[in-house]
């Protein structure tokens, strides 16, 4: 195998062309495991790891700019991310375990496209875009679009994910990520709940949440957001919201959990975001 190692993203593009059926490699915590299993076999390898226009975490006044090759861990410990979007903060947190949060990165996260991609339902409801290279030019989409299906993304061939850009929410908005596994760490996700409330005079003005794990990749629920928008919040309010949810949510049977279990799951979440919620409301 050939393995090739640019040191920025025109090198990259370049690569592409020149040998058409190249993968790209980030972290290599996904694609490494899909070789082992035989399910890849890549003749050349593209690393991105010492790209380092792909790399890092910048502010952008009301945004910031995450480059898809930055690992979670960077992610993680990232001060700005700390303040402004403890979402994606709590969802790195949350991810594997220190040694694969090393290695594995935001934009192998998109790429993979699993229903169970912890960065996926907190981008989405931060209203993240994602930014696509190609040697014809960049094109930007909603990362909610970005992602098509299971394993499916909306890159074409010769076409790399750049980086991704994250609107910071205004004052007066509570974050919220939270992930159901079977166990503290190294777990997939059972259920996850990334939630956005904007609350203006003790009332939700505005909710978005997005779940993972409960369909073929990350579900909103209009309803229940609008449910909940220009309510006060309170546990009755969330507990009518959820049972929205547990109609919207179309989880699968797999080795982790059922569906039953999913749906219900999905639909309690709620009900810790309202202990949240409820009390800075109040102030
Ligand atoms: C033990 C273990 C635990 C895990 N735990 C979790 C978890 O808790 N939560 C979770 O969400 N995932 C988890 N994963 C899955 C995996 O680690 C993540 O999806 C990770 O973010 C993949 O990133 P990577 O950089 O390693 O991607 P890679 O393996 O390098 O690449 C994955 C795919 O994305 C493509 N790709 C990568 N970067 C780009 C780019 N910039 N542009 C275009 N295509 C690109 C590659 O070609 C490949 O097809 C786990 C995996 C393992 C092995």
């Not at 496209?113 to 960065?119: I, K």
């Not at 930007?140 to 994250?166: H, I």
């Not at 009332?203 to 309510?231: F, H, N, Q, Y």
């Not at 975001?273 to 409820?278: D, N, P, R, S």
Request: aromatic content about 2%; some cysteine; overall charge positive.
């Amino acid at each position: 195998m050939n393995v090739l190692f640019p040191a920025t993203a025109d090198a990259v593009l370049e690569a592409l062309r020149a040998h058409p059926d190249a993968r790209l490699m980030a972290g290599g915590t996904d694609l490494l495991v899909r070789r082992r299993a035989g399910a890849v076999a890549p003749g050349v390898l593209v690393c991105l790891e010492r790209v380092a226009d792909l790399n890092g975490v910048e502010v952008l006044g009301d945004a910031i700019r995450i480059g898809a090759a930055t690992t979670l861990t960077a992610i993680l410990e990232n001060g700005a991310i700390r303040e402004r979007l403890p979402l994606l903060r709590d969802a790195a947190g949350a991810f594997a375990s220190p040694p694969v949060r090393n290695m594995a990165t935001l934009g192998g996260n998109l790429c993979t496209a699993s229903p169970a991609a912890d960065t996926l339902p907190p981008l989405c409801v931060l209203g993240a875009e994602a930014e696509i290279l190609s040697s014809s030019g960049t094109r930007r989409m909603p990362v909610a679009d970005f992602v098509t299906g299971p394993g499916r993304t909306a890159l074409e061939p010769g076409e790399l994910l750049g980086s991704v850009t994250v609107p910071v929410p205004g004052g007066g908005t509570i974050q919220h990520f939270e992930k159901v596994g079977r166990r503290k760490a190294m777990a997939i996700a059972v259920v996850s709940l990334a939630a956005l409330l904007r609350v203006e005079g003790g009332v939700i003005a505005e909710a978005r949440l997005a779940w993972g794990s409960v369909g073929p990749t990350v579900v909103r629920c209009p309803e229940a957001e609008a449910l909940l928008a220009g309510r006060a919040p309170t546990l009755e309010t969330f507990r009518a919201a959820g049972e929205s949810v547990r109609r919207a949510v179309r989880p699968i049977d797999d080795v982790r959990a059922s569906a039953g279990y999913r749906r219900r799951v999905a639909a309690n979440l709620l009900l810790r975001l309202a202990e949240k919620a409820g009390p800075a409301a109040l102030g």
